[in-house]
């Protein structure tokens, strides 16, 4: 079947801009996650969305990142005034039961 | 809170030769472990996985690992090495706390050479 699906595979912004990064977990998951990738940094946990309940953001950087999942199925990850250090590759898993964890293909942003 | 260590950052081996990765961990109850890979340019792929009972664990792609409490490790091994199985390898906690989320090691990097 199909696997988790994010979109763009790559954005190149400028400095100050905002960008907006969508993902599609796999049909059914009610758990949705987004992590960073970053070299200095390695994966980092962002945010957690589980069914109806408040979402998880103590992994969010700052105050410039936020995200949404509506209808309890795709989510946007929305970083507000990008700086160069947002640049990274930003990946979506979602899960069934909140164990297994099933990754995309990730968005490498690119900030200049 | 939990933390991840794999103590090799970069390995090579020949191709049909036999790979053992190193992953430790620090927590608290009985863990949940995982190994992924990730290939460039690629997400990441869930070779296994450890929640509880028999302590070694078979994969994908002819993967397997051993959960030895006493030590604190998962290691991650297989017995002949396949030029295509050159890629990053994550080993990773699920944590108990709030929302599961996962934290990884620092990656290592696996060199096949011809």
């Known amino acids: 079947g199909a696997g988790v699906s994010q979109s763009p595979s790559n954005k190149v912004t400028e400095k100050g801009k905002d960008v907006e990064l969508r993902c599609d977990p796999i049909?059914?998951?009610?758990?949705l996650y987004w992590y960073r990738q970053s070299l200095g940094q390695g994966l980092e946990f962002l945010i957690y969305f589980q069914g109806n309940s408040a979402p998880d953001k103590s992994g969010l950087p700052s105050d410039r990142f936020s995200a949404e999942r509506t209808g309890g199925s795709v989510s946007t990850l929305t970083i507000q005034r990008t700086q160069q250090e947002d640049s990274a590759v930003y990946l979506c898993?979602?899960?069934?039961?909140?164990?297994?964890?099933?990754f995309g293909p990730g968005t490498r942003l690119t900030v200049t | 809170a939990q933390s991840v260590t794999q103590p090799d950052i970069h390995i090579t081996v020949s191709e049909g030769a036999s790979l053992e990765l190193r992953c430790n961990y620090s927590y608290g109850a009985t863990p949940y472990l995982f190994w992924y890979v990730q290939s460039p340019g690629q997400g990441l792929q869930l070779l296994l996985k450890y929640f509880s009972g028999d302590t070694l664990v078979q994969g994908i792609k002819g993967f397997e690992a051993e959960f030895k409490r006493s030590q604190s490790s998962f290691n991650l091994r297989k017995p002949s090495v396949h030029w295509s199985d050159a890629a990053e390898y994550f080993c990773?906690?699920?944590?108990?706390?709030?929302?599961?989320?996962?934290?990884f090691g620092e990656g290592t990097q696996l060199t096949v050479n011809p």
């Open positions: 990773a906690v699920l944590g108990e706390t709030s929302g599961s989320r996962l934290t």
């Open positions: 898993a979602s899960a069934h039961n909140s164990y297994e964890q099933y």
């Open positions: 049909s059914g998951h009610t758990a």
